[in-house]
């Protein structure tokens, strides 16, 4: 059951990516992450009252509350260096550094718990597979004016956090009821997000945000909280270094969609990385 809400969870996450990017694109990124998480959160605390989760509240310990969290600081810091390279970048090429982040959650994972280690040999071989695959769909020499390489930092430290989320999110979430643990987790990105909006002063920009705009970010929101809920159940049932690679498989979606959506070109290159990726994440889900 958990590899299906894995799928699941990959399907959502791609399609968050597309909205996302159309709903950000005449708005500042920090609002629209701001507003994205007003959203997701609404969403997370409906299902949470609507299946009777709210009652576990009070049995969640002070260790799972803690890592809970640090998850949700380091969720909304790769949230908002992902928008950021979103508004700057490739949509493609965005989400294929952003899915690096496969790479370190499995490390950490294999280092962090015992029963991640099962096949290690055959993990590392994927990972491998997996880095060059993101290192070939960045074609980074394709970029003529070196000042928009900056979307590159802003997508690598976003797979950072991302990875961090899934190792704290992972100990959090223990014997914690996965819905549950994914609202609090929501909160703290709420907060996060709306601090940094008014600490940069941009809550003048809110008003930007209507028409199309808000329709694309109202879906998004909508995905990702879907996509967050079955990722962890996921994470809570499953192994980390299955379910991450899977959750990234989200990226086949999200080119198909840059390439008729945003018209976006992909070098031969880049479609051989694309490959490697694809077929690294699909062995390490297969075979370990």
Do not use: H
Request: overall charge positive.
């Amino acid at each position: 059951m958990w590899v299906i809400a894995a799928v699941l969870s990959a399907v959502f996450a791609g399609i968050t990516a597309i909205l996302s990017k159309c709903g950000i694109k005449n708005i500042n990124s920090n609002v629209a992450t701001a507003v994205r998480t007003s959203i997701v959160l609404v969403f997370a605390w409906i299902i949470v009252f609507a299946t009777g989760a709210y009652k576990t509240l009070v049995d969640i310990s002070v260790k799972s509350w803690v890592f809970l969290i640090f998850s949700g600081i380091a969720t909304g810091a790769s949230w908002i260096f992902y928008f950021k390279a979103l508004s700057v970048g490739e949509v493609s090429k965005v989400a294929a550094v952003d899915k690096s982040s496969v790479v370190l959650s499995v490390l950490f994972a294999m280092i962090i718990f015992p029963d991640e280690r099962t096949l290690w040999w055959v993990k590392l071989i994927c990972l491998a597979a997996i880095a060059l695959g993101t290192f070939l769909m960045t074609d980074i020499k394709r970029v003529q004016n070196k000042s928009k390489i900056a979307w590159v930092i802003f997508a690598l430290l976003s797979a950072v956090f991302a990875a961090a989320t899934s190792i704290l999110a992972k100990i959090g979430i223990k014997n914690v009821e996965s819905t549950t643990a994914t609202a609090i987790r929501t909160c703290v990105v709420f907060v996060m997000a709306w601090l940094i909006v008014f600490c940069r002063g941009e809550v003048k920009f809110v008003k930007e945000v209507k028409g199309k705009e808000m329709v694309f970010l109202l879906l998004s929101g909508l995905a990702t909280g879907a996509s967050w809920l079955c990722y962890y159940y996921a994470i809570q049932q499953g192994q980390v270094s299955v379910v991450v690679p899977i959750d990234k498989l989200s990226i086949l979606i999200t080119v198909f969609f840059s390439l008729i959506v945003f018209k976006e070109n992909l070098s031969v290159k880049a479609w051989i990385g694309l490959a490697f990726l694809t077929a690294g994440t699909v062995l390490m889900a297969v075979f370990t």
